[in-house]
């Protein structure tokens, strides 16, 4: 983490990011992987509720999410297809609990670029209740939910069907909650904390996402022998190599981050974010190794296509050549270009190691012995 600057950010992302259509090749490669099914319901269905009621938070607050009403005509026929979505999400579709099953409410959100829906499912025996959420498809979106699949050591379950995006809820403590609520309570651990924000930085920036302000990541806290560990996790992909500053792939340039930039500073000195940063580009590049021949088809794909106006593309190659002491970049012709050549010169002495460890198991531990005694 460079501790240098803290609140560099001058210009921010993108207010309104444009949506980019999934491509042909894009949509072969989602049914190759079993993401691509057909859903009950699309996201358009959605749309036809007739008004909404504003919905608050536990202090009164007023959110950005409102609760749909629907005719009854229209909630019957929802209410049907959005527990079989649940199923086909959960249970590979099937449907032998659907009947515990229901709709207790469906959210809408206009503040978000993907115009999301977040249904709740109901348990009607123990009121148990869960969440999922369908979006307009943006192909910047599902690139990232696949990196995130592939490259973080978190698995993410996501469908697609032409228009609508499915995705399973993230379960977590919205970042700028813990940071207001939790952060400073005596049973937080700042030192473990502050490690995994760095592994989080490390990982944002590795695999080019960006825009991980706190409301864009939740904290998963687990009891451990003595005290939590902590785990960040991102639930906004829509600027997987979108934008074109190098920080805004940086989550501690920021400021919604600096308390958490504070607290890494604090409580870290500088050797010890190196090492965090060194053990984090290790993990990263075991996960290269082992799902490569899906990520390398990933890429292949990502570098054909347009998910990134050309002024970005050309921004961010510069500021990463800037950033490796290459000129490399300047070669790169899409956003997908770039991020494969990134993750090269980010990850390639990881990879070296991880090469040379499996070629030495692969000789033998003693020679034979020659059976030839001269005679």
């Not at 009121?127 to 990196?147: P, Q, V």
């Not at 032409?162 to 400073?184: A, K, M, S, W």
């Amino acid at each position: 983490m460079d501790t240098s600057l803290i609140d560099e950010l001058n210009d921010k992302p993108s207010r309104k990011k444009l949506l980019y259509p999934v491509n042909p090749e894009l949509s072969a490669y989602l049914k190759h992987q079993g993401r691509e099914v057909k859903l009950p319901v699309s996201h358009r269905d959605l749309l036809n509720f007739t008004w909404s009621i504003p919905i608050k938070d536990r202090d009164g607050n007023y959110t950005h999410w409102e609760k749909a009403i629907y005719d009854k005509r229209d909630w019957d026929f929802l209410k049907e297809g959005l527990v079989k979505i649940y199923a086909i999400l959960k249970t590979e579709g099937d449907m032998s609990f659907a009947d515990q099953l229901d709709v207790a409410r469906i959210d809408y959100c206009n503040f978000g670029n993907s115009l999301p829906f977040r249904i709740r499912i109901i348990n009607k025996f123990n009121a148990n209740f869960d969440h999922y959420y369908m979006k307009i498809t943006d192909a910047s979106r599902i690139y990232g939910l696949e990196m995130e699949h592939i490259l973080s050591p978190n698995r993410i379950t996501f469908y697609t069907d032409g228009g609508t995006l499915v995705e399973e809820h993230i379960p977590g403590l919205p970042g700028d909650v813990f940071l207001n609520q939790y952060l400073d309570l005596p049973e937080t651990n700042k030192t473990r904390f502050a490690k995994e924000f760095v592994k989080f930085n490390e990982r944002c920036f590795v695999r080019l996402l960006g825009d991980m302000r706190s409301y864009n990541f939740v904290i998963v806290s687990t009891p451990d022998i003595e005290g939590y560990q902590y785990r960040i996790r991102a639930i906004d992909f829509d600027q997987q190599s979108y934008e074109g500053r190098k920080s805004l792939y940086m989550p501690q340039f920021f400021k919604e981050n600096n308390r958490f930039v504070q607290t890494v500073l604090t409580h870290l000195n500088q050797e010890s974010i190196e090492q965090y940063k060194a053990e984090e580009r290790s993990a990263m590049a075991f996960r290269v190794a082992a799902g490569r021949f899906r990520l390398m088809e990933l890429l292949n794909i990502m570098s054909r296509d347009t998910i990134s106006p050309l002024a970005k593309q050309k921004q961010l190659a510069e500021q990463l050549n800037q950033h490796s002491h290459t000129a490399a970049f300047n070669r790169c012709n899409s956003m997908g270009q770039i991020l494969k050549l990134h993750l090269k010169y980010m990850l390639r002495e990881n990879l070296k190691l991880i090469q040379e460890k499996t070629r030495s198991l692969k000789k033998p531990v003693f020679q034979p012995v020659s059976r030839n005694t001269g005679k």
